[in-house]
Each structure stands twice: as C-alpha cells, then as structure tokens.
C-alpha cells in the first residue's frame, strides 16, 4: 500500500512540527509551509499531494481559504482540510474538510484515511 503525500500549511511553528512529527509517524511523507507563498512553490516543486492541511488564517495577503481555491484548481483531486478556532464552517470551500481548532489528531488522522492510504501505527489522542 502506498503512503500518502501531505502538504501542511500552518504559521504557528509548534503546531506544524507536531502535525509533521505525528503524520510522518502514522507513514506519511510530509512537506511544509509558513505560509500560503510556501506552500504555493512546494505545489510547484513537488509531484502532485494526497491531501493539503492548510490553517485558514495566514500572514501576508493570501489565506488558507484562497490555497484551497488554488489547490482545488489546479489539483481537484487533492484533499483538502481547513482548520480555523475563528472561522465558521460556512466559510469552508466546496469538497473541503473543515476542522474546528481545537480538533484532536485523531480526527485528522480519521480525515485524512478516508481518502488518502491509512498506515497503520498507534492511535495519538492530542489535540491540537
């Protein structure tokens, strides 16, 4: 079975190690970005991503919003999952998964295996 490729997109530092440290453990490969710019050159640098993680609140002009709105054009058929502790799930592109910070990494993780190849390790119950 074949691991997926996950983009994560989160400017607080500690939370996006900790998602890295915990998607790299479940057997994911992970690539990361700061910021909505980063993330845009690693979509460009790198073969096409299983699922996007993206914050939607984001320093700079462009937000996690408008990523999923770029990721869904030009790769429609990426996951993408918007996580926000401000926005309503409204604002929630269409075919996105939408996370209400705090969410637990098992409800990540239960996210990202509906669509993305599931490897197996041990349940992690943090939150986020």
Request: hydrophobic share 45%; charged share 20%; proline share 5%.
């Amino acid at each position: 079975m074949r691991n997926g490729t996950v983009l994560v997109v989160e400017d607080e530092i500690l939370i996006r190690l900790m998602l890295i440290d915990v998607l790299t453990e479940k057997g994911y490969r992970v690539v990361e970005a700061g910021n909505v710019l980063e993330a845009m050159a690693a979509l460009g640098r790198n073969p096409p991503f299983d699922a996007v993680i993206t914050d939607i609140d984001m320093p700079g002009c462009l937000n996690g919003l408008d990523l999923a709105s770029m990721v869904r054009t030009v790769a429609p058929r990426t996951k993408i999952i918007v996580a926000s502790g401000g926005h309503a799930l409204q604002s929630c592109p269409t075919d996105c998964h939408f996370l209400q910070k705090p969410y637990s990494l098992i409800q990540l993780i239960d996210v990202l295996g509906q669509d993305v190849a599931e490897p197996t390790s041990k349940t992690m119950a943090h939150a986020i």
